[in-house]
């Protein structure tokens, strides 16, 4: 069987970003834990404020291009990251970007949103209980867009197909050529799963490189039987486009919905708290929606004993998300008037 780095290698992929993205210690916070706590900082990539979703373009950029397509069209929650970075790499690379978000609570022209906007994306604005229902709509608008001459090319929510997957694949090679030049055995690595395709790329580059600690998935919006169903599909997927055979290993890995809230996107309580500690010990931002909630799993689990005094190497995939922080605006300024952070500051919205 072919080298999986060589294999990758042969897809096209258009960049979008410089690569490796760091991977650096968190020292004060790994102090406080008694952990030797390590980011791979994918909020770091290059395209508009960054995150994951640049390093899956890359690779539907190209098949976009080698189908003539002139238009993306993907879909998302308000706040997406995954519009954001869309509608950024169509513009860089020539292309228009038509967006299907749903109408939802975080609506507000900020963040995610704004930038959508000042990259002249066509915005289109939908009622739906969820945004991961969205896909008949942006269907119905590639048709549209092809009926009018032009041609579409659709991305499903949050960029993930097999072929976006290889991005991550990437990504995993990266962190493993990362953990040799640092010599790092880790005991885990940490990632948040949506759709679970960060997740299985990582994964299965993690393991054709022989790094067999535990993978733990912290869910952001799907039940554990869910998210193991995806993991199921996209990792046969990744496996058949990649050539493996024999199918390498998947365990062990674990998958976490505990911590997701009452839904996709909820503030929850010790998202906030996940959110302030890594600010308030390392300078550095996490998002209310993907590396909060995983932070929050992280520290749960340290919470419960897992890890903390342990000294064991832990790693925290961070893959971005932060624009969507100046969304929450309200409710982090709640919660930091709750945490006694705001001490006597009087009310300071209107
Ligand atoms: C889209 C996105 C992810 C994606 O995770 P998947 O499991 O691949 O869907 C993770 N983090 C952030 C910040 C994102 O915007």
């Known amino acids: 069987m072919k080298d999986l780095a060589a294999t990758l290698a042969g897809f096209p992929r258009e960049r979008l970003t410089r690569l490796p993205t760091p991977l650096h210690s968190l020292p004060t916070l790994g102090a406080q834990l008694g952990v030797d706590l390590w980011i791979k900082r994918d909020d770091l990539t ?7 979703k640049p390093r899956k373009l890359e ?30 790499a169509a513009r860089q690379r020539g292309l228009h970007c038509t967006v299907i978000l749903s109408d939802d609570e975080w609506r507000a022209i900020q963040g995610n949103l704004l930038t959508v906007f000042l990259f002249g994306a066509e915005v289109v604005i939908v009622e739906a209980e969820d945004h991961w229902d969205l896909e008949q709509y942006a269907l119905d608008r590639c048709a549209e867009i092809d009926a009018a001459g032009g041609r579409a090319h659709y991305i499903p929510v949050s960029g993930t197909t097999p072929l976006s997957c290889l991005g991550y694949v990437g990504a ?25 395709g960060v997740f299985t790329g990582t994964l299965l580059a993690l393991r054709e490189r022989g790094i067999d600690c535990p993978v733990i998935g912290i869910s952001v919006n799907r039940d554990q039987k869910t998210c193991e169903a995806n993991l199921d599909h996209w990792w046969a997927a990744l496996c058949q486009l990649l050539a493996r055979s024999p199918v390498p290993r998947r365990e062990p890995y674990e998958l976490h919905d505990g911590y997701v809230g009452r839904h996709y996107g909820d503030p929850t309580e010790a998202t906030l708290d996940a959110i302030l500690t890594m600010g308030e010990a390392e300078g550095l931002l996490l998002d209310p929606v993907y590396s909060g909630k995983m932070t929050a799993g992280f520290l749960d689990h340290c919470a419960g004993g897992r890890w903390i005094n342990s000294g064991k190497t832990i790693v925290l995939i961070h893959t971005g998300g932060v624009p969507a922080l100046f969304a929450y605006h309200e409710v982090i300024e709640d919660h930091l008037r709750a945490r006694g952070r705001l001490a006597d500051l009087p009310k300071l919205r209107n």
């Open 59 to 88: 690779y539907e950029i190209a098949a976009a291009r080698a189908a003539g397509a002139d238009t993306l069209v993907t879909c998302g929650s308000a706040q997406s990251n995954h519009a954001r970075l869309t509608a950024a």
């Open 46 to 52: 290059d395209l508009a404020l960054g995150g994951d």
């Open 172 to 196: 995993g090679l990266e962190i493993a050529d990362q953990f040799t030049e640092y010599e790092l055995s880790p005991a885990a690595v940490y990632a948040p799963f949506g759709t679970g």
